[in-house]
């Protein structure tokens, strides 16, 4: 995405997403439009059965794509997730979600590499003791 000068650019992204994307395309001389095509929302689901999963020690890793969904995670497992958080490991795609406050309730956090290959060998650095 280095040459661009003159070409249009679609970014499909949620709504209110970050701009750093377009700004950067446009200082390089294209021309960037936006498709918002979802919006970001805090499930309203139930996570008591994922906090017990957890504590009954079946759950070693989470994976947060964005800050925003980890915030929302950490907020939906609550309070009584947190010493379970502190046992897990936290498998991110960027450097900048792990420095996410939310991040260092996790005992410890995996950058993953691009795309589903780096997210696989991220997971698979895991290991788990009984």
Not at 2 to 15: M, T
Not at 56 to 62: K, N, S, Y
Not at 78 to 94: I, K
Request: with cysteine; glycine share 8%.
């Amino acid at each position: 995405m280095q040459s661009v000068r003159g070409q249009n650019i679609i970014v499909f992204r949620g709504e209110g997403g970050r701009e750093r994307i377009k700004e950067t395309l446009e200082e390089r001389g294209a021309r960037v439009e936006y498709a918002e095509c979802y919006r970001r929302v805090k499930p309203q689901t139930d996570a008591r059965p994922l906090v017990a999963a957890w504590r009954r020690g079946e759950i070693h890793a989470v994976n947060a794509l964005s800050a925003e969904t980890l915030r929302n995670f950490v907020a939906m497992a609550g309070p009584d997730a947190h010493g379970a958080m502190a046992a897990a490991t936290l498998v991110v795609p960027h450097a900048a979600i792990a420095a996410d406050p939310d991040a260092r309730r996790f005992a410890r956090v995996e950058i993953a590499a691009h795309g589903t290959s780096g997210l696989i060998e991220a997971l698979s650095r895991i290991r788990v003791t009984p």
